[in-house]
T-cell receptor, first 117, second 113 residues
Framework: GENVEQHPSTLSVQEGDSAVIKCTYS??????FPWYKQELGKGPQLIID?????GEKKDQRIAVTLNKTAKHFSLHITETQPEDSAVYFC????????????????FGKGTLLTVNP | KAGVTQTPRYLIKTRGQQVTLSCSPI?????VSWYQQTPGQGLQFLFE???????NKGNFPGRFSGRQFSNSRSEMNVSTLELGDSALYLC????????????FGPGTRLLVL
């Protein structure tokens, strides 16, 4: 089955700096890669996702890149703010448009991001 | 639209008991997935239901079961609770144009004593 590795496990940055979290996956069939942010006491919140037909996607201060050949994808947060502090999870699954019905998400172990004021 | 709701938010049970957790998906979503989150194992897939049928299942013992109702609401049941079942149980729903995009509820925190 799919295996997702995530690094680093903890990341501390100064407010205003950039943060990068990297993930690798093992199953070349995976083609949907979401990122979730989880704050204390809450469920994971989808912040951005990318599908296999694109290499990069941006949403304001957040961007995700995908390298299907190398089987890795990364989350980039620019101009970090204290409210960005949380645990971030990457995940991989299959995309619905490619057929099938197995949308099980396989998660990385998470990255605790701390943004220091 | 209202998000995914889960009840109860917190539960304390003792070993050997059983527990039922409930999840109401986003309106219009027909797929409901369940995940277990623990500090040691992280987020692990339990099972997924679509139109009242279990479509996918993770690697959990038969003590973990679920069902989905005609209104897409779902329940999961854990029988003969063990200490290791203490976890945050998360429900996620998906539907609409992007079937693979999952939205999570706040979770049910289960403590087994």
């Amino acid at each position: 089955g799919e295996n997702v590795e995530q690094h680093p496990s903890t990341l501390s940055v100064q407010e205003g700096d950039s943060a990068v979290i990297k993930c690798t996956y093992s199953d070349s069939a995976s083609n949907y890669f979401p990122w979730y942010k989880q704050e204390l006491g809450k469920g994971p919140q989808l912040i951005i996702d990318i599908r296999s037909n694109v290499g990069e996607k941006k949403d304001q201060r957040i961007a995700v890149t995908l390298n299907k050949t190398a089987k890795h994808f990364s989350l980039h947060i620019t101009e970090t703010q204290p409210e960005d502090s949380a645990v971030y999870f990457c995940a991989a699954s299959l995309e619905a448009s490619f057929g099938g019905s197995n949308y099980k998400l396989t998660f990385g172990k998470g990255t605790l991001l701390t943004v220091n004021p | 639209k209202a998000g995914v709701t889960q009840t109860p938010r917190y539960l304390i049970k003792t070993r050997g008991q059983q527990v039922t957790l409930s999840c109401s998906p986003i309106s219009g979503h027909r797929s409901v997935s369940w995940y277990q989150q623990t500090p040691g194992q992280g987020l692990q897939f339990l099972f997924e239901y679509f139109s009242e049928t279990q479509r996918n299942k993770g690697n959990f013992p038969g003590r973990f079961s679920g069902r989905q109702f005609s209104n897409s609401r779902s329940e999961m049941n854990v029988s003969t609770l063990e200490l290791g079942d203490s976890a945050l149980y998360l429900c996620a729903s998906s539907g609409g144009r992007f079937q693979e995009t999952q939205y999570f509820g706040p979770g049910t925190r289960l403590l087994v004593l």
